[in-house]
């Protein structure tokens, strides 16, 4: 069962993160097949260290999204690695592999990249959609967006979608330039355009 929060839930900040990078979401775990790869923006709500029969460490994870829970396994390799954020109510961006041998079993996620969540967009994300009425995209704005993405260089692809008074879009690619959508990058570009108007994706 999920954990219950007094306020709102420790990911409500994080919904672009979630939308955009997460590529499962955990309430359709029961239709997760082994060797599947997954990426998911979660919370630790449980970090547990174990000894394996030869006497290595490894963690056992309760993940959780904003739909459901996973179990985690975290081996010795990748547990040394990532210890520092492994940590009981981190926020957290993991990738890795399911393992299920039968129907019957409950899936398991066998981790192998874990982030501090602030840092994933940056790090996962590939491509950054910015939608824009048409009638809004005016010189000014376009101004501040160059020099935005100027102060930002990366590897992220940028398009604008351009949205016309009948309902139609059109979709631009940005050639000039290529962002790094760190979160303060991010949060200016929400000043200047709104939340909603911005998409991050894995690929293009």
Same mark, same amino acid.
């Given at each position: 069962?999920?954990?219950?929060?007094?306020?709102?839930?420790?990911?409500?900040?994080f919904r672009?993160?979630?939308?955009?990078?997460?590529?499962?979401?955990?309430?359709?775990?029961?239709?997760?097949?082994?060797?599947? @790869?997954?990426?998911?923006?979660?919370?630790?709500?449980?970090?547990?260290?174990?000894?394996?029969?030869?006497?290595?460490?490894?963690?056992?994870?309760?993940?959780?999204?904003?739909?459901?829970?996973?179990?985690?396994?975290?081996?010795?390799?990748?547990?040394?690695?990532?210890?520092?954020?492994?940590?009981?109510?981190?926020?957290?961006?993991?990738?890795?592999?399911?393992?299920?041998?039968?129907?019957?079993?409950?899936?398991?996620? @066998?981790?192998?990249?874990?982030?501090?969540?602030?840092?994933?967009?940056?790090?996962?994300?590939?491509?950054?959609?910015? @939608?824009?009425?048409?009638?809004?995209?005016?010189?000014?704005?376009?101004?501040?967006l160059e020099?935005?993405?100027?102060?930002?260089?990366?590897?992220?692809?940028?398009?604008?979608?351009?949205?016309?008074p009948g309902?139609?879009?059109?979709?631009?690619?940005?050639?000039?330039?290529?962002?790094?959508?760190?979160?303060?990058?991010?949060?200016?570009?929400?000043?200047?355009?709104?939340?909603?108007?911005?998409?991050?994706?894995?690929?293009?």
């Amino acid at each position: 069962m999920l954990g219950y929060y007094i306020s709102s839930h420790p990911l409500d900040r994080f919904r672009r993160e979630i939308d955009g990078l997460s590529t499962h979401k955990l309430i359709y775990k029961d239709k997760f097949t082994d060797g599947m @790869k997954i990426k998911i923006c979660a919370v630790l709500s449980s970090v547990k260290i174990r000894q394996t029969r030869k006497g290595d460490s490894m963690a056992i994870l309760k993940i959780e999204d904003l739909t459901g829970s996973i179990e985690g396994l975290v081996f010795s390799k990748v547990l040394e690695k990532y210890s520092d954020i492994l940590i009981s109510d981190g926020l957290v961006a993991i990738s890795g592999t399911i393992s299920r041998q039968e129907r019957t079993e409950e899936p398991k996620l @066998k981790v192998v990249e874990v982030l501090d969540l602030e840092d994933a967009a940056e790090i996962w994300g590939n491509a950054l959609h910015i @939608k824009l009425p048409s009638d809004h995209v005016t010189p000014p704005l376009v101004d501040r967006l160059e020099k935005l993405f100027g102060a930002n260089p990366g590897k992220c692809v940028l398009y604008i979608d351009l949205a016309y008074p009948g309902g139609d879009v059109r979709s631009l690619k940005v050639d000039r330039f290529r962002v790094q959508p760190a979160p303060e990058m991010l949060q200016r570009l929400t000043e200047l355009v709104g939340e909603d108007q911005i998409k991050l994706s894995t690929g293009k």
